[in-house]
C-alpha cells in the first residue's frame, strides 16, 4: 500500500485516469491521483498541494475532540480520501460523513458513481442529499472537523455554514474551501464575517486563523 503521508502530494501522471474525461475538468487545478487500499477507481484532487497538506494535518490532529468528519460536497472523491487516512492516524479512527446532492445531469452522471466506489472503499458514508439531510440525522454536535466545499454562491456557503456550525464539537475546525479565486465569492464572505466576530454567539467563539491558498481555517469555540 502506498504510503499515505506521500500519495496525496505525488506529481499527477500524464495520461487519464479511467473512469471519467480527465479533459472536461479543470487540469490547472489537479493535484494529483490517490489509489489507496481496495479503491479500483482514480479518485482526483482538485486541491492545491498546501491545501491537501492542511486537510491532512487538521484530521491527523490528535488534540481535536474525537468526532465525525464531515465533507459537504464530496467533488469526486479525492479530499474523502485524505481526510479517511488522515483519520485513521488518530488514537481512534473516527467515522467520516460526505454529503453531495449530484445535480442531475452534472459529469455525465459519472460523478455519483466515481464517489460511491471512493466512499465504499474507503468505509465512509456517502449522504446522497444537501444540508438538511443532517438535520435529520444529527440529534447532537458531533463534528470534530467540517469541510465545506459545496455550491459556491453566498447563498449556499452561508447556508451551509449555517446549518454546521451549531453541530460542531467545542474545539473542532471548520475548513472553508475557495476563499480565493473566481469561485471565492461565497466563501469569502464568511471567512470576513468570521473575522469580524459576526459569527459568535453568547455561546460560541468562531476565530478565523489563515487563509492557505484558498483553504480557510476556522477554529470554533464553545457550542451553539
Not at 488534540?63 to 481512534?92: D, H, N, Q, Y
Amino acid at each position: 500500500m502506498p504510503d499515505p503521508n506521500i500519495k496525496p502530494w505525488g506529481p499527477m501522471p500524464d495520461d487519464e485516469p479511467s473512469g471519467y474525461n480527465a479533459r472536461r475538468l479543470n487540469a490547472a487545478w489537479w493535484g494529483s491521483i490517490c489509489l489507496w487500499g481496495d479503491l479500483g477507481t482514480a479518485a482526483p484532487i482538485i486541491m492545491h498541494e498546501s491545501e491537501r497538506r492542511l486537510l491532512w494535518d487538521v484530521c491527523a490532529d490528535p488534540a481535536l475532540p474525537e468526532g465525525v468528519f464531515l465533507e459537504i460536497g464530496t467533488g469526486f472523491g479525492g479530499s474523502l480520501v485524505i481526510a479517511v487516512k488522515a483519520s485513521e492516524r488518530r488514537v481512534r479512527g473516527e467515522e467520516c460523513w460526505t454529503v453531495d446532492s449530484f445535480p442531475d445531469g452534472e459529469d455525465d452522471q459519472i460523478r455519483p458513481l466515481l464517489c460511491e466506489a471512493v466512499a465504499k472503499s474507503m468505509k465512509a458514508r456517502l449522504i446522497v442529499g444537501d444540508r438538511g439531510s443532517l438535520q435529520a440525522l444529527c440529534q447532537r454536535p458531533m463534528f470534530r472537523v467540517a469541510f465545506i466545499d459545496g455550491g459556491h454562491s453566498s447563498e449556499d456557503v452561508w447556508a451551509d455554514v449555517r446549518a454546521v456550525l451549531p453541530l460542531m464539537l467545542p474545539g473542532g475546525t471548520m475548513l472553508l474551501h475557495d476563499c480565493w479565486g473566481e469561485h471565492s465569492a461565497g466563501p469569502i464572505t464568511v471567512w470576513q464575517a468570521a473575522e469580524r466576530s459576526e459569527l459568535n454567539t453568547p455561546n460560541r467563539t468562531v476565530q478565523a486563523c489563515e487563509i492557505t491558498h484558498s483553504l480557510g481555517r476556522l477554529l470554533v469555540h464553545g457550542g451553539a
